[in-house]
C-alpha cells in the first residue's frame, strides 16, 4: 500500500518560516492536500492540488511538490498556527494521509 | 452553510458491529461524495471511504472486508458500519462532504465534529 512521510515534530520561532515535509514514491505525479488540525477540532484544509489554497486561508501558507517530496511552506508563522498539519494524497481510488506533523511557535 | 452531525454509541463491544450515522443540514445529499474518515486517539488520520450519493462506495483496502457506507437520501444522512471491531478500532469517527476537483481528486470541504467510539467490554 502506498505511504506517505512526514517529520512528527517541527518546531519554529515566530516570524519564521516553517517548511513541512511529506515524502513518497512518485508523489510529484499525484495532486497533494494538506490540513490543519488544531486540539478537539476537525481539520481544515489548507491547500489543495499542489499549491491552491482554499478561500479564508491566508496568504502566508504555500504548497510545492515535486518528485519524491510534497511540502507546505508557512512563512512568518504566527502563534495561531501551532498545529498537527496532515498531507493526503490519492493512490488508485484509495484516500491516504501522513502520518503528521506537529507544529510548535515558540 | 452545510453542517454534518454524527451519532451513534459512543461504547461497542469486541466482536460487535459499530454503527454511525452522519445527519447533514444546510444541503441536500444529492450530488456530493460523503466520506468517513477516522482518528485513534493521540494518532493521525485514516481515511476509511466514501459513498457518492447515487451509492457507488470504496473503500479503505485495510478495512474493505469490514465496512460498509450507505446513503438515505429521505433522510439526508448517510451512514458507516463497521464490524467485528476491536480495541484498535476505538477513534474518533469523522464524517465529511467531498469536493471534487477534477483530475486533481477529492477534498474534504466539510467535517463533522467527529465522535469518540471506544471498542470495549
Known amino acids: 500500500s502506498y505511504e506517505l512521510t512526514q517529520p512528527p515534530t517541527l518546531s519554529v520561532s515566530p516570524g519564521q518560516t516553517a517548511s513541512i515535509t511529506c515524502s513518497g514514491d512518485k508523489l510529484g505525479d499525484k495532486y497533494v492536500f494538506w490540513y490543519q488540525q488544531k486540539p478537539g477540532q476537525p481539520p481544515v484544509l489548507v491547500i489543495y492540488?499542489?499549491?491552491e489554497r482554499p478561500s479564508g486561508i491566508p496568504e502566508r501558507f504555500s504548497g510545492s511538490n515535486s518528485g519524491n517530496t510534497a511540502t507546505l511552506t508557512i512563512s512568518g508563522t504566527q502563534a495561531m498556527d501551532e498545529a498537527d498539519y496532515y498531507c493526503q494524497a490519492w493512490d488508485s481510488a484509495t484516500g491516504v494521509f501522513g502520518g503528521g506533523t506537529k507544529l510548535t511557535v515558540l | 452553510q452545510v453542517q454534518l452531525q454524527e451519532s451513534g454509541p459512543g461504547l461497542v463491544k469486541p466482536s460487535e458491529t459499530l454503527s454511525l450515522v452522519c445527519s447533514v443540514s444546510g444541503d441536500s445529499i444529492s450530488g456530493y461524495y460523503w466520506t468517513w474518515i477516522r482518528q485513534p486517539p493521540g494518532k493521525g488520520l485514516e481515511w476509511i471511504g466514501y459513498i457518492h450519493y447515487s451509492g457507488n462506495t470504496n473503500y479503505n483496502p485495510s478495512l474493505e472486508s469490514r465496512v460498509s457506507i450507505s446513503v438515505d437520501m429521505s433522510k439526508n444522512q448517510f451512514s458507516l458500519r463497521l464490524s467485528s471491531v476491536t480495541a484498535a478500532d476505538t477513534a474518533v469517527y469523522y464524517c465529511?462532504?467531498?469536493?471534487?476537483?477534477?483530475?486533481?481528486?477529492?477534498?474534504?470541504?466539510?467535517w463533522g465534529q467527529g465522535t469518540l467510539v471506544t471498542v470495549s467490554s
Open positions: 492540488q499542489d499549491t
Open positions: 465529511a462532504r467531498d469536493k471534487v476537483i477534477p483530475v486533481a481528486g477529492n477534498y474534504f470541504e466539510y
